[in-house]
Structure formats: C-alpha cells, structure tokens
C-alpha cells in the first residue's frame, strides 16, 4: 500500500516508530478528544436565540481553553525544542516539513492567544453575533491542529522515523522525557 508523496513515494506495510516518536504522537489522542469538545462548546455559542447575554457560556469555554493549551504547549515545546531541531539536520527549516509544522503551530497559537487575550479584557453582556465571533478563534484554531496532527502523524513522524540515527532517536526520548 502507497504512502503517497507525504512519504516520498515509499511503500510497505505501517511503520513502526521509535519509543520518542511514538510517546509524541500518543498525546495526539487525549488532545483531539479535547479539541472535539472544545469545537462543538465553540460551534454551539451564539446559536440559541433565547440567550440575550453569552458571557458565561465564553467563561466556561475559557476555562476549558486554558487547560487545552497548557497540555498543548507541552507538546508542542517536545517537537518544537527536541524533534525539529533534530530533523532539521537532516531536512532542514526553512522550508519543507518542519517549516510547515512550525507555521501552523503558530497559526495555532496565535488564534488561542487571541481568544484568551480578548476573554481577558472581555466586559458582558455580549450578543450572539460578538460571542459567534469570539468563539470562532477557538473552532479556527481546532481546525488547524486537527489537519496539523493528520500530518505529523502521517507524514512527519514517519519521516522522523526514517532519517534520525539510532543516536538521535535516543536523544528524541531523552528530550522527550525531560520536558
């Protein structure tokens, strides 16, 4: 079964990845599960016309953002401190798949701080057309991480798997570990 050109055109049956690469991409499900909730709580506000003020369904989305992204930095800051640096010796950073990962890790990021920076400074009552907007940050951002993980998890950490050394993939676990 091919791969596809996400993995250059190699064939064969599922590869087996590293113990580093593999502990990455097992916080993949726990955060998606977080990211289908926190999607659905973002795609429903604003929808109820019988609701005048959306301040406290925003708050409870907040709370619920905050735990999401301090799990999230801690991955992120695994791939991003250990794993690129790692494949960049290889692939390089500038452009390819670790410029791609590190764009949308940003676009990520930017959207969720965004939400959290306007929540901060968020005064009620808010309409639906204000909370639809709000919200929205956060359903932007899901969207991004969700094709985000597809790719690293189909192309990124199969490619780790491939070019790191034995060496390096120790190195992967060790960094892994530590953060």
């Known amino acids: 079964m091919p791969f596809g050109c996400g993995m250059m055109g190699m064939t064969g049956g599922p590869l087996t990845l590293c113990e580093g690469l593999q502990r990455l991409k097992e916080e993949h499900p726990p955060l998606r599960k977080q990211m289908e909730e926190l999607f659905k709580e973002a795609q429903a506000i604003g929808t109820n016309a019988g609701v005048e003020d959306w301040e406290a369904p925003l708050r409870a989305l907040e709370e619920k953002m905050k735990i999401f992204v301090a799990e999230l930095d801690l991955h992120s800051k695994r791939e991003e401190d ?28 930017t959207r969720l701080s965004g939400f959290l920076a306007t929540m901060a400074s968020l005064t009620g009552p808010i309409k639906a057309h204000t909370a639809r907007w709000i919200a929205g940050e956060v359903a932007e951002a899901v969207q991004i991480l969700f094709d985000h993980f597809m790719k690293e998890e189909n192309v990124l950490f199969p490619m780790a798997e491939r070019i790191l050394s034995d060496a390096e993939k120790e190195e992967l676990l060790a960094g892994v570990k530590a953060i």
């Open 82 to 109: 250990v794993l690129f640096p790692l494949m960049a010796k290889h692939i390089g950073r500038e452009m390819g798949p670790i410029a791609v990962m590190e764009y949308e890790h940003e676009q990520a990021k």
